[in-house]
Structure formats: structure tokens, C-alpha cells
């Protein structure tokens, strides 16, 4: 019987090797068989991203297809349902991804220097204002972070608790199954065994456990 496969979805400037121990915890602890989708998130716009995540997809051919995205990867994953719904049955899990929009990357956005490195998938994803909802069939969890350690605090002042790159309240997509909020910065969350616990919980049964 073929395992679970969890496809993994990078952010911004990263290439997914960030994502291995959390990888090796969802493969050894839940027996989920791992892959990385890299992609240009600087230079590509979302159309290409999500039609090579899609030319991914069919090649690993999986039963059961588990989708995990950290920041904008997260967007990715949203974007890949809504244009690609038909696929194989499995669940969703966000990490720390902006889905209401990023006061951060607005006020960053500000600089044209910055904006110019943020690439084409932050332009068209965040730095335009989008009404976004869950609808797809699949089981979405989202987890976010609440300490405030990141980029994100030196170009946007936060009020609410944020994980220093995001709000917690920018990642309440309206639509989700369940939604966790664990004392983790936006990159720490990717080290984090209560991350990857209730990362590997939700993708096998569907709800976070406590964590």
C-alpha cells in the first residue's frame, strides 16, 4: 500500500531545504512519504507556479495527496486548488501564511527596492487587496505563530500578537476547519516539534490535537 504523500511548499527567498526537519518528523513519526515543490518565488507569477505544481503533481501520481505551505507557500496551495481542484483526496495545512493579507509586506512594499525583491507572487498575492475564503472540500488547518521574532517587525509596527511576519489574524482564512496558535516565530515554526506534531495530526485525522 503506497504512503500518504505530503507535498511541501516553500515562502518567499527559500527553496524548501529549510522544511527538512519538519519533513523527516512528518515521515518518521507519521509515515507520510515527503517531497519538496521548489519554485521561483521572485521571478515567476502564480499562473506558471501553480501549473508546475500541478506537472508535479501528476508525476508523483499519488492515492493520497497531503499539501503543507509556509508563508506563501501556503497562497501556492490556494491558488493550485482553485485551478486544480481535481485531486487526488487528502488535506491541507498552512503555516504562518498571510491569507488575509501581510501589513508587513505592504508597509515593506513602500520602499521600491524592497518591493522589487519580494517578486511577482507577493505582487500579485498580497500587495493587491484580495477577499479570499476556503472552499474547497479539503480539510484546511492553519497554525500560526505568536512570538514576535522576524523581518517583518522592522517595517511593520504590530498591535496584536504576530509570529514578527505575520498577524495571527492575517492567517484566519474564513472556510478553515481549525485553526492552532503556538508560541513560534514565521522560520522558528519550521523547528518546532509542536509544529510538526500537529502538522502530521491534522493531515491524518483531520483536527489538531493539543499540541
Given amino acids: 500500500m503506497m504512503r500518504p ?5 516553500h515562502g518567499l527567498w ?11 518528523r512528518l515521515a518518521n513519526d507519521f509515515g507520510f512519504d515527503d517531497h519538496v515543490f521548489r519554485y521561483g518565488s521572485i521571478s515567476s507569477p502564480m499562473d506558471s507556479v501553480v501549473s508546475e505544481l500541478q506537472h508535479v503533481v501528476q508525476k508523483l501520481a499519488p492515492q493520497t495527496l497531503h499539501l503543507v505551505g509556509h508563508s506563501l507557500g501556503g497562497l501556492v496551495i490556494y491558488r493550485f486548488l482553485e485551478r486544480f481542484p481535481q485531486q487526488p483526496p487528502g488535506r491541507v495545512v498552512f503555516l504562518g501564511t498571510p491569507a488575509l493579507g501581510s501589513r508587513a509586506a505592504v508597509s515593506a512594499a513602500r520602499a521600491r527596492w524592497v518591493a522589487s525583491l519580494m517578486g511577482r507572487c507577493i505582487g500579485e498575492e498580497i500587495l493587491v487587496a484580495r477577499e479570499r475564503r476556503w472552499v474547497s472540500e479539503r480539510p484546511l488547518g492553519i497554525i500560526a505563530g505568536s512570538q514576535p521574532l522576524g523581518l517583518g517587525r522592522f517595517f511593520a509596527h504590530f498591535d496584536d500578537a504576530s509570529d514578527g511576519t505575520v498577524l495571527v489574524g492575517e492567517t484566519r482564512l474564513p472556510g ?14 519550521l523547528l518546532s516539534s509542536r509544529v510538526a506534531r500537529a502538522t502530521g495530526t491534522f493531515l491524518r485525522d483531520g483536527r489538531f490535537a493539543l499540541a
Fill in 176 to 189: 478553515a476547519t481549525d485553526h492552532l496558535t503556538l508560541p513560534v516565530s514565521h522560520m522558528g515554526m
Fill in 5 to 9: 504523500t505530503v507535498v511541501y511548499v
Fill in 14 to 24: 527559500l527553496t524548501g531545504q529549510e522544511s527538512l526537519w519538519l519533513r523527516r
